[in-house]
T-cell receptor
């Protein structure tokens, strides 16, 4: 089992739709969680950190469920510009720090 | 500079050739990371520097891979005797944080290496 797993998609949604991605992680000692966005042939860019209490940034909401070991990203009112790959990132401190990226979930928002 | 700068942007190497990839992190960023990203995959960790000290090189796939950051700023990733399986995008990232857990990273645009 991979340490960080994501549904690769693609998710094809119309503009204005709400879409949600989940990401599961295997190490219960994981400490920090992030969502990154990566456009085609571009570098990953930090979208948001994920806090235990959940957090919201405009149309984006991230949540963490430690008991079930998953994080989620909800995008409301999807825009064409949201089309990208969304990478789940988990940092664990076991011995030394270890940061693992998921393989990403592809989102296509269509007009 | 304003962001993480990597060069070259693209590199085509013949199998067996040595290559050197450069990363210029954001000024003042203590932590520097190298990642390898194959097509359709997430970035895979290669190595981590805190200033000039290479604290973790557990992700380097073989002894053909070598990284340095001699003055705690610019870093170079060197791949000796390149093989076709080395073809990937090599991403450099930096962070102000002195550890790896607290903050997200800022990535450079990457170097796309193709070994023919």
């Amino acid at each position: 089992r991979k340490e960080v797993e994501q549904d690769p998609g693609p998710f094809n949604v119309p503009e204005g739709a709400t879409v949600a991605f989940n990401c599961t992680y295997s190490n219960s000692a994981s400490q920090s969680f992030f969502w990154y966005r990566q456009d085609c042939r571009k570098e990953p860019k930090l979208l948001m950190s994920v806090y235990s209490s959940g957090n919201e940034d405009g149309r984006f909401t991230a949540q963490l469920n430690r008991a079930s070991q998953y994080i989620s990203l909800l995008i409301r009112d999807s825009k064409l510009s949201d089309s990208a790959t969304y990478l789940c990132v988990v940092t664990t401190r076991t011995g030394g720090f270890k940061t693992i990226f998921g393989a990403g979930t592809r989102l296509f928002v269509k007009a | 500079g304003a962001g993480v700068s990597q060069s070259p942007r693209y590199k085509v190497a013949k199998r067996g050739q040595d290559v050197a990839l450069r990363c210029d992190p954001i000024s003042g960023h203590v932590s520097l990371f190298w990642y390898q990203q194959a097509l359709g995959q997430g970035p895979e960790f290669l190595t981590y520097f805190q200033n000039e000290a290479q604290l973790d090189k557990s992700g380097l796939p073989s002894d053909r891979f070598f990284a340095e950051r001699p003055e705690g700023s610019v870093s170079t990733l060197k791949i000796q005797r390149t093989q076709q399986e080395d073809s990937a995008v090599y991403l450099c990232a930096s962070s102000l944080a002195p550890d790896r857990a607290s903050y997200g990273y800022t990535f450079g645009s990457g170097t796309r290496l193709t070994v023919v």
